[in-house]
């Protein structure tokens, strides 16, 4: 089992910066990742990195947020700029330990290939 707890979500208006954070509780991760979700939305896969680094994001946040990981604290972070009213979600972190979601080109970004999830944070932007 691998408990994940995220921090850092809040209220920014728009064109404002925040950043996520999430800890694991263990340092079996291959692939972490954002995913975020609204009401009435399915959960989307904002950004995932693998272990080596290699990242993956969704069109709507490329060029935009930033993920990455810190392997020896076991933490993935999630740095969002030029934040959009559209980015309003709760954000959740998540984990796959068994390589499910793991590609050499990045891993993916599909909710049912990660088994560990946080218990979310809420962001909102207002424009």
């Known amino acids: 089992q691998v408990q994940l707890v995220e921090s850092g979500g809040g209220s920014v208006q728009a064109g404002g910066s925040l950043r996520l954070s999430c800890a694991a509780s263990?340092?079996?991760?291959?692939?972490m990742g954002w995913f975020r979700q609204s009401p009435g939305q399915e959960r989307e896969g904002v950004a995932t990195?693998?272990?080596?680094?290699?990242?993956s994001y969704a069109d709507s946040v490329r060029g935009r947020f930033i993920i990455s990981r810190d392997n020896a604290k076991n933490t993935v972070y999630l740095q969002m700029a030029s934040l959009k009213s559209e980015d309003t979600a709760m954000y959740y972190c998540?984990?796959?330990?068994?390589?499910?979601?793991?590609?050499?080109?990045?891993?993916?970004?599909?909710?049912?290939?990660?088994?560990?999830w946080g218990q979310g944070t809420q962001v909102t932007v207002s424009s």
């Open positions: 998540a984990a796959d330990s068994s390589a499910r979601a793991y590609l050499s080109a990045g891993c993916v970004r599909s909710a049912d290939k990660f088994a560990y």
């Open positions: 990195i693998g272990r080596d680094g290699i990242t």
């Open positions: 263990r340092s079996t991760t291959v692939c």
